[in-house]
């Protein structure tokens, strides 16, 4: 009698039920063929990706004040921790330089702008500000003081990532001031506080094909392909530089700890089409501390390293902000000199610290350049509008890989990286098992027979 296996249909179905990177690709699809033939239909259900990102990002703070405690006190030593945040504002200071050199080196040899001949009179300069609400960028100090908690709730109501950052500190140093003895209920706590947060992330990530397919439909329902045509030189080139610039993340990244860039994504496929569905890297924070925990990095390394990297480390917004710098300045027939370009520079690597967490920085960023230069028109910042939401995958993928670097060179640069595990994971010897799994996994083990039967 002949032993037959599942049907293909059945083998399908098993696949798409396990597997949260086939759901995601065809929830994407979906998204786009929804959007396409039925544009309103596609432009109402934006939010279920917005929701799903909402969810996302309440676990966030809780997760990284977790995560940072736990490392600061397990690696039982301040200063160390101290020395990776130092390595990290450095990694973080260069790659961004590199990312506006490398983008306004391409906007000068490519000029997006050229030949567009635009009259900065016909433009709509109050649409830039209904697009950022009138807000403006935070100045140095400003900056400064907002990474500050005024309030320990209140970090945590805000979201604001640098102040639980700070809080996190605070608490980490304490307890290895404090000691285990005097107070030894506190470290379980936190982590078993961190297995909880994670147990909930396990939750909310089967929604990731609903927020998908609810944020690919909206983009192609709200602006079809007419963007693409009219906006394709600048589109080209902003994402051209981006792959350029990664290729280099990745022969600096190989050469520096022999991690290989492109098996990382391999390892990562699930959270990077997660992150460009929905055009959010928040989305997929928790899930990427896993897997780069996984993959070999120590917990403070992590913990720091990449909630830091999303205020200090957009090098997909910089390279965006300094092509559209030149796209604008010679869409309108303005030709920078190279004195010019370099305040472009300067200006950027000071308004992209700011960016984080504000409503359209983008412009706001845009718009302080353009003052600061004083030839470009402040209207002119308009031009973008129509692409900008385009730009959101570039961003968000050289963003997303850009910090994942940083944490494996900082930890390799503190010595805290664990390269055997790393190429073994990244080989698929050892698979990927979430946190929620592990912690429920280990609940379930049967108690040792040894202890039962004493």
């Not at 927020?211 to 009219?230: C, K, N, P, R």
């Not at 897997?291 to 957009?314: H, I, M, W």
């Not at 960016?355 to 350049?369: D, E, I, N």
Request: aromatic letters at 6%.
């Amino acid at each position: 009698m002949s032993n037959t296996g599942p049907s293909p249909a059945r083998r399908i179905a098993r696949f798409l039920r396990k597997s949260l990177f086939a759901q995601v690709a065809g929830a994407l699809v979906l998204g786009v063929l929804v959007g396409r033939l039925w544009p309103h239909a596609g432009t109402a259900v934006q939010p279920l990706g917005d929701g799903f990102v909402r969810l996302i990002k309440a676990m966030i703070s809780p997760l990284v004040f977790c995560v940072v405690v736990a490392g600061i006190t397990k690696a039982g030593d301040l200063k160390a921790f101290g020395r990776i945040g130092l390595k990290a504002l450095l990694w973080f200071e260069a790659a961004t330089t590199i990312a506006l050199v490398v983008g306004l080196v391409a906007g000068n040899v490519f000029r997006p702008g050229a030949g567009m001949n635009v009259d900065p009179s016909t433009l709509d300069a109050s649409a830039v500000d209904d697009k950022t609400g009138g807000g403006s960028l935070p100045s140095t100090s400003e900056f400064i003081l907002h990474s500050l908690p005024d309030s320990a709730i209140g970090a945590f109501a805000e979201n604001s990532l640098l102040q639980v950052l700070v809080l996190a500190c605070l608490v980490g140093a304490a307890l290895l001031h404090l000691g285990s003895t005097r107070v030894p209920a506190i470290l379980p706590a936190i982590e078993q506080a961190q297995d909880v947060v994670f147990a909930i992330v396990g939750f909310i990530m089967k929604l990731a094909p609903l927020a998908v397919f609810g944020a690919t439909a909206h983009l192609v329902g709200e602006y079809g392909i007419s963007a693409m045509t009219t906006y394709g030189k600048l589109i080209a080139v902003c994402y051209g530089v981006a792959l350029a610039f990664l290729i280099f993340l990745g022969v600096a990244l190989k050469a520096l700890t022999g991690v290989s860039l492109w098996k990382f994504v391999r390892y990562t496929r699930e959270e990077m089409l997660l992150a460009l569905g929905t055009a959010s890297s928040e989305s997929v924070m928790p899930r990427m501390m896993q897997k780069l925990r996984q993959a070999g990095c120590r917990e403070d390394a992590v913990g720091l390293v990449l909630p830091t990297g999303y205020s200090f480390n957009l090098d997909g917004a910089s390279i965006y902000l300094s092509v559209g710098t030149l796209f604008i300045a010679q869409a309108v027939g303005v030709d920078l000199t190279l004195g010019q370009q370099i305040t472009v520079v300067l200006v950027l690597m000071l308004t992209s610290k700011g960016m984080a967490g504000v409503p359209g920085s983008a412009f706001l960023a845009l718009s302080a350049t353009a003052a600061a230069l004083g030839v470009i028109p402040a209207g002119a910042v308009a031009l973008l509008l129509g692409v900008d939401r385009i730009m959101d995958s570039m961003r968000v993928a050289t963003n997303l890989l850009g910090n994942c670097v940083a944490v494996f060179v900082v930890s390799k640069w503190e010595g805290v990286f664990d390269k055997v595990r790393m190429t073994k994971v990244l080989g698929g010897e050892i698979p990927f098992v979430p946190e929620e799994e592990r912690v429920g996994a280990t609940a379930q083990q049967p108690a040792d027979p040894k202890q039962i039967s004493g």
